[in-house]
């Protein structure tokens, strides 16, 4: 892992950019960068990764993770009012996997 990659996410527009109006989350600090995306997120979720011009190249590891409630069959969302079944769950496990294999092959 070398240069600076900083990362931006958006849950409206398909292609984040570090523009102030082109992503909703964002960590572009000078080492390892993390977002933590709140479960009212609208999906698809779009992430942006871009490379700080101070540095020429920017080499990096994209890890996707989610923390999952074991002891419940659903969860409440404050933010929109929605419940969401293990269905849902499955669908988002399932996307995020197929983001990681994505980032894995294009990096």
């Known amino acids: 892992i070398t240069g600076d990659a900083d990362l931006y996410a ?4 398909s292609k984040p950019t570090y523009e102030p109006d ?6 572009a600090t000078c080492g390892e960068d993390t977002i933590f995306i709140p479960k009212g997120f609208k999906r ?25 409630v074991e002891d419940d069959t659903s969860s409440y969302d404050e933010t929109s009012g929605n419940t969401y079944k293990t269905r849902d ?19």
């Open 10 to 13: 958006s849950q409206i527009i």
């Open 22 to 27: 082109h992503y909703c989350l964002q960590s």
């Open 44 to 68: 698809p979720v779009s992430i942006g990764v871009y490379g700080h011009p101070s540095h020429e190249i920017s080499k990096y590891t994209l890890l996707v993770s989610e923390v999952i």
């Open 89 to 107: 769950r499955i669908r988002d496990i399932l996307f995020f996997a197929n983001l990681d294999l994505l980032f894995e092959l294009l990096f």
